[in-house]
């Protein structure tokens, strides 16, 4: 004797079909809960028509000290007489030996406050924040003119660093400046170029001013970019070459859960519809 089953009838079908309606319905809450993935990797977005800064405005081509930066102050008098004596080759052992010592007792490092001063031996509180290098120099050199007979000061800034983010994943990266006036194409260069996926016509300077943060973009796919390139970046500039979006890789893992939700509703459905009383 063998079994025989029915077809559901229309009441049972239509309420099954109503129960499947909120399996589908939680499904694709679940998916929009889980969100499109596709420029999520994208930083520092700026919409249409955002205000850049203007690349005429950004003032001088020399390296500007800055808060936190980390001096080495170097002080001799009598113009530096026996610093060049020294570089010269001089045979007065006595003299080198002077020398010697001097270098080691200045040849200190001293942090610039977030306030922008310097705090130094005998002339104390000095403010440097804004100031080239040479500016910086020429400033100490007067102020230590009442303890030393014609000072000479040489000041270096060593901890100078920018972050570079070159358009690739996983790329990016903290750069120390060695020279003082860096350009951002030496940056490019030191980071080993831009990544496969960059945009070179969207490449953004962001950078920390007293009325809070400027953004700067150039276009650098084209060699007019090349005088744009030049210019010196500064101690925490943010250097961000903007990815091209991979639409088809993006789209489609995006589009798998989709996938694998479909696939489940499917299943779900023909289950449902066809399974007897």
Known sequence: MYASFSRPSQSVRAGRLLGTQHIVMFLMAGLLLSGCTINRDI?????????????????????????????????????????????????????????????????????????????????????????????????????????????YVVVRVTNKRVLMFPGESGSAMVI??????????????????????????????????????????????????????QLVVQANDIIYVEPLPQLARELTESLSPLTALLSTFTFLYAFIINSPN
């Open 176 to 229: 120390t400046l060695e020279n003082m006036n860096t350009s951002l194409l030496e940056v490019m260069a030191l980071a080993g170029g831009i990544g496969s996926r960059a945009n070179a016509s969207k490449v953004k300077l962001i950078r920390r001013t007293e009325e809070g943060n400027k953004v700067y973009q150039m276009d650098l796919s084209t060699v007019e970019g090349l005088s744009d390139a």
């Open 43 to 151: 930083m520092f977005k700026t919409g249409d028509g955002y205000d850049f800064a203007s690349l005429d405005d950004i003032g001088s081509s020399e390296y500007r000290i800055a808060p936190n930066d980390l001096i080495t102050f170097q002080l001799f008098s009598n113009e530096g007489e026996r610093l060049n004596q020294m570089t010269a080759g001089s045979t007065d052992m006595n003299r080198m030996q002077n020398q010697n010592m001097l270098n080691r007792q200045n040849q200190l490092s001293y942090l610039v406050r977030q306030d922008g001063v310097l705090e130094l031996p005998e002339v104390g509180n000095i403010r440097l924040e804004g100031l080239t290098i040479e500016e910086a120099e020429d400033l100490l050199e007067e102020a230590y003119s009442s303890y030393y007979n014609r000072p």
